[in-house]
């Protein structure tokens, strides 16, 4: 650095030379004139004109008076470039600057010496700012480096961030901001928080401002935004940023909002607190019934045998009804949450099918009701089989065997379909009675849990788990489908498909 900085400074030491022995020519040229012009003058002034002779006594005087000017003026000019020549050689030594010595003048020797201690100061002062200069070049790609890290980590970020300056004009912003308020988050940078996201969403902006005048560090809210035709609702959290450390007076310089969707969890909140809120309902009726009449026995008011067991009976009747309901609870539950035990295996339905028949047979008989099954050509399919669990499917087909017996008034009919269909690789099972119906009003939600019709409470008591528990079975545990079809006063048909088992599927194709 020094044999450059020397280089740079001796920029046009040839130059110099060049204008000194310039200005010997004309000085001596001038000289020359004066000197002969004096002597003309004094020549022809014949010593009778007085102002002739003063002209030519000035012309000599300055003749002399340059010669010396110039004669002073050579020396420095000599001197300087003495000192010029010295570095010019000296110039490729590394690291340190030359010395310069001039012997014969005290005034270019201390001039010499001031000059080496000026660059010596200047090499010192120079590596300093070399080295200073290195530093901050490694600070700046190290911020650079930081810089992008940053936006990537805030580009890849599921919630949406928006970042603002203290004029509320956007820094920074995600694709998932993007997506939220329906702006280009890349090349929107410089505007207006309020024009981006629009009138509509003014509430989100003016939190910004609140955020940013309090000064509080953090603030969370929940805001509401609409958007796909539904309300969503956003954990949205406010933190303030401030100038670095050292920075007087300490001000805030923007805002960062971070805005997670919490619908869904909202949603489930919703659920479980109405699932909380039916399931003590329904455990609140079997329970009093069962501690009415166990409070009326222990009473004594069952004075004969026949009352007493009336009373066991409907104590018995309710006992198995909320051992039922904690059941379908507990299976729903499990289900829903994945943790329930499958153990799938090829099973037919036809064997599964005649089993809850026979279950249900005395229940049919009591209200006089003829059941019949059979496939489309009037008896029972043999390769039907299905890979499922076995004890899942048979609560499936009692569900539907027992409410259509529920629903059906004596004297009604009840028949069990079964049907394979070898093109779409599947079995399917309807249960079809001459029941009370739905109406198309509560047809769409009659798999909903807890959900019962107006029509199903006055014709028979139940839970609304049931059907629920039927369609969580089908759908979820063995990836099939539910149907259900049903006119008021005429009857429904309840149903399900379940995917063949490789089995059954090799054995139809062979037949």
């Given at each position: 650095m020094n044999s450059q900085l020397i280089t740079m400074n001796l920029?046009?030491?040839?130059?110099?030379?060049f204008k000194r022995n310039l200005y010997v020519l004309i000085s001596c040229i001038v000289v020359c004139i004066l000197f002969a012009e004096g002597l003309a003058e004094w020549h022809y002034s014949g010593f009778g004109e007085g102002w002739r002779l003063v002209t030519s006594v000035c012309g000599v005087?300055?003749?002399?008076?340059?010669i010396l000017l110039g004669w002073y003026w050579l020396k420095l000019a000599?001197?300087?470039?003495?000192?010029?020549?010295?570095?010019?050689?000296?110039?490729?030594?590394?690291?340190?600057?030359?010395?310069?010595k001039l012997n014969g003048n005290a005034v270019l020797n201390e001039l010499?010496?001031?000059?080496?201690?000026?660059?010596?100061?200047?090499?010192?002062y120079i590596a300093e700012l070399e080295k200073q200069i290195k530093d901050l070049q490694i600070q700046i790609q190290l911020s650079k480096r930081q810089k992008v890290n940053t936006e990537a980590i805030i580009y890849s970020i599921r919630d949406a961030v928006v970042v603002i300056d203290e004029f509320d004009k956007l820094l920074m912003a995600n694709e998932a901001a993007g997506k939220l308020f329906s702006f280009d988050y890349k090349n929107s940078q410089h505007k207006p928080i309020g024009e981006l996201v629009g009138p509509e969403r003014g509430g989100f902006v003016d939190f910004l401002r609140q955020s940013r005048r309090s000064g509080v560090r953090h603030t969370r809210r929940e805001i509401n935004f609409s958007g796909d035709g539904k309300l969503k609702t956003f954990d949205c959290i406010v933190s303030c940023v401030y100038n670095p450390k050292g920075w007087e007076p300490k001000q805030i310089c923007g805002v960062v909002a971070v805005l997670h969707d919490i619908t869904r969890e909202k949603e489930k909140g919703e659920m479980k607190?109405?699932?909380?809120?039916?399931?003590?309902?329904?455990?609140?009726?079997?329970?009093?019934?069962?501690?009415?009449?166990?409070e009326m026995l222990l009473d004594g008011e069952a004075r004969d045998g026949q009352t007493r067991k009336e009373f066991y009976s409907v104590i018995q009747s309710q006992t198995k009804r909320l051992n039922r309901l904690i059941e379908d609870?507990?299976?729903t539950s499990r289900i829903e949450s994945g943790l329930i035990k499958v153990e799938k295996k090829p099973?037919?339905?036809?064997i599964l099918i005649e089993e809850q028949l026979q279950m249900i047979k005395g229940y049919a008989d009591e209200k006089n009701i003829s059941l019949s099954w059979g496939d489309a050509g009037g008896k029972p399919i043999v390769f039907d089989q299905v890979y499922a669990d076995r004890d899942m499917i048979s609560q499936v087909i009692v569900n539907l065997l027992s409410n259509a017996v529920k629903y059906t008034q004596p004297g009604g009919s009840i028949k069990v379909e079964t049907e394979v269909d070898e093109i779409a690789n599947l079995a399917r099972v309807s249960v079809t009675d001459t029941g009370v119906g739905v109406d198309e009003e509560n047809i769409e939600h009659i798999f909903d849990k807890f959900y019962r019709a107006g029509a199903d409470k006055s014709q028979a008591k139940g839970t609304g788990l049931g059907l629920n528990l039927v369609k969580q079975i089908v759908e979820k545990v063995h990836n099939g489908?539910?149907?259900?079809?049903?006119?008021?006063?005429?009857?429904?048909?309840?149903?399900?498909?379940?995917p063949l088992s490789p089995e059954a599927y090799l054995v139809n194709s062979e037949s």
């Open positions: 920029y046009g030491v040839g130059d110099l030379e005087l300055g003749a002399v008076g340059v000599w001197g300087i470039t003495s000192i010029t020549r010295e570095l010019k050689q000296e110039r490729a030594g590394a690291g340190a600057c030359p010395s310069i010499s010496e001031a000059i080496n201690d000026r660059l010596g100061n200047s090499g010192s607190n109405d699932f909380v809120s039916r399931v003590s309902h329904e455990l609140k009726t079997p329970l009093a019934s069962i501690a009415a009449y166990s609870i507990l299976n099973v037919s339905l036809t489908r539910v149907f259900v079809t049903s006119q008021v006063g005429v009857g429904s048909t309840f149903g399900f498909e379940l």
